[in-house]
């Protein structure tokens, strides 16, 4: 059965029309880490407004994203770490994350998106989540220096929490849309969500991962930066599962 779609706004109105009525409909706030909130969310609605311009797709912008974060995951697992390696895999993956989150925008520009389309962009999501933290693997395993092959178990260890985060995440609010105990909050009917809880997210903010690429021309602090991030997701996902654990309870 097909499915009548009104658009928000139409793709021949001003570009920066169509910004901002992209910020009518943005998606809460509320415990958005830093980089997602400050930084991301802004330029993926500039990507948006710009994609949808131009006639494409939400599936599009997928692919299109798709293609600049594994671009970046590949340089990581190949090659020796760089200054100039760094950075073009810095810039790869946050065009690569600025467009992920511009798919679901212009799926809210003409009208909504599909279920087809949400899928794709989970599973695109989920390759990536797992994929970067094994590129690490290589790479560091390839480049050990005067680290011991025991070091090489912070990127596994990272990426088993990553893939458990993303899942738990995905899980937890289609159970909790299920039970009717979630709905869709707009950030324009949300008054001002917490600094606070933002900065506090900023070690699981995949967003702020991305932006420490930019420091593999050294390569030793490069590392003790990633082990960190590593320990603090670790306890952030042990801390966050009981309280998930309890709203998932308390909602059945």
Request: glycine share 8%; aromatic share 12%.
């Amino acid at each position: 059965m097909s499915q009548t779609r009104t658009p928000l706004i139409e793709r021949t109105a001003p570009w920066g029309e169509i910004r901002r009525a992209l910020i009518r409909v943005q998606k809460s706030n509320r415990n958005a880490p830093a980089y997602s909130r400050w930084v991301n969310r802004p330029l993926g609605r500039v990507f948006a407004a710009t994609c949808y311009r131009w006639g494409l797709t939400p599936n599009h912008v997928t692919a299109i994203s798709a293609a600049f974060t594994f671009t970046g995951i590949a340089l990581i697992a190949t090659g020796e770490p760089s200054w100039w390696r760094g950075i073009l895999i810095t810039v790869l993956l946050v065009l690569g994350y600025a467009l992920d989150s511009s798919d679901g925008q212009v799926a809210r520009l003409q009208g909504g998106g599909r279920l087809v389309g949400e899928w794709l962009d989970h599973v695109v999501d989920s390759v990536k989540t797992g994929s970067i933290h094994l590129a690490v693997l290589v790479m560091w395993f390839l480049n050990l220096g005067d680290w011991s092959l025991a070091s090489t178990f912070v990127p596994i260890v990272f990426a088993l929490q990553a893939t458990v985060w993303f899942f738990a995440i995905i899980l937890t609010d289609l159970l909790m849309r299920n039970a009717g105990a979630k709905q869709q909050k707009l950030a324009v009917d949300e008054g001002k969500p917490s600094t606070l809880n933002s900065l506090l997210g900023i070690p699981v903010d995949y967003g702020f991962l991305c932006l420490t690429f930019v420091l593999l021309g050294w390569f030793d602090g490069w590392r003790w930066l990633y082990a960190l991030l590593a320990a603090a997701n670790v306890a952030i996902l042990l801390l966050q599962s009981v309280r998930w654990y309890r709203r998932v309870s308390a909602a059945g």
